[in-house]
């Protein structure tokens, strides 16, 4: 079992950054995909960024590479997204999510194992 808390939401301006955080609980942290997933006002939740369990393979959004940086800490239990130059588009309930089994680019929200409850990240032009 694991649980996930996100915190770091918040309103910026455009061009500006912001820090994502997602704390996990339950000893098997490590050994789980960790991915972040972002949903817009009527619109469906869609893939941002995953992190292997060895921190050894990177995957992102088309929408966001170059902008945006995951990593995690197994040691803290602690997955991060770092978003740099961030757009009106951006803005979103962001999602922390596990997955035991796949770890690349664009997967399933469906078939993630855990989620957290989101933090809103609002992004002013």
């Known amino acids: 079992q694991v649980q996930l808390v996100e915190s770091g939401g918040g309103w910026v301006q455009a061009g500006g950054s912001l820090r994502l955080s997602c704390a996990a609980s339950g000893r098997t942290f490590s050994s789980y995909c960790m991915n972040w997933f972002r949903q817009a006002p009527g619109k469906e939740r869609e893939f941002v960024a995953a992190?292997?369990?060895?921190?050894?393979?990177?995957y992102y959004a088309d929408s966001v590479k170059g902008r945006f940086t995951i990593s995690r800490d197994n040691a803290k239990n602690t997955v991060y997204l770092q978003m740099n130059s961030l757009k009106s588009e951006d803005t979103a309930v962001y999602y922390c999510?596990?997955?035991?089994?796949?770890?690349?680019?664009?997967?399933?929200?469906?078939?993630?194992?855990?989620w957290g409850k989101g933090t809103l990240v609002t992004v002013s032009s």
């Open positions: 992190i292997s369990w060895s921190v050894s393979s990177t």
């Open positions: 999510a596990a997955d035991e089994v796949y770890c690349g680019n664009y997967p399933r929200a469906g078939a993630m194992d855990y």
